[in-house]
């Protein structure tokens, strides 16, 4: 069956920076665009990134463009997300799926990423 297990969250300052990784199992990955995704407390879920099958090209919201990259490795079926210049408001929960539309409906147990001083 599909998986996805997210990790690498942590709590950190404003400004720090994370390295969030996403094995996956059950499915072909590389033959999937992927993306991240995250759910603040009372907020609900939203895009973060995405990136197509061989990873030349990712795409981001206005919020955390130039602060966040997406990459692969198909031979690993993982995806990745490297977050610097973090907020106070990146504070969220962060899973990864498909992308641009989550097509597995077992989404993972997500990553806790808390940017607080």
């Known amino acids: 069956q599909v998986q996805f297990v997210e990790s690498g969250g942590g709590l950190v300052q404003p400004g720090g920076s994370l390295r969030l990784s996403c094995a996956t199992s059950g499915f072909t990955f590389s033959t999937y665009t992927m993306g991240w995704y995250r759910q603040g407390p009372g907020k609900e879920r939203e895009w973060v990134a995405g990136?197509?099958?061989?990873?030349?090209?990712?795409s981001y919201p206005d919020s955390v463009k130039g602060r966040f990259t997406i990459s692969r490795d198909n031979a690993k079926n993982t995806v990745y997300l490297q977050m610097n210049s973090l907020k106070v408001e990146d504070t969220a929960l962060y899973y990864c799926?498909?992308?641009?539309?989550?097509?597995?409906?077992?989404w993972g147990q997500g990553t806790q990423v808390t940017v607080s001083s």
């Open positions: 990136i197509l099958w061989a990873g030349g090209s990712t």
């Open positions: 799926n498909t992308w641009p539309r989550p097509r597995f409906d077992s």
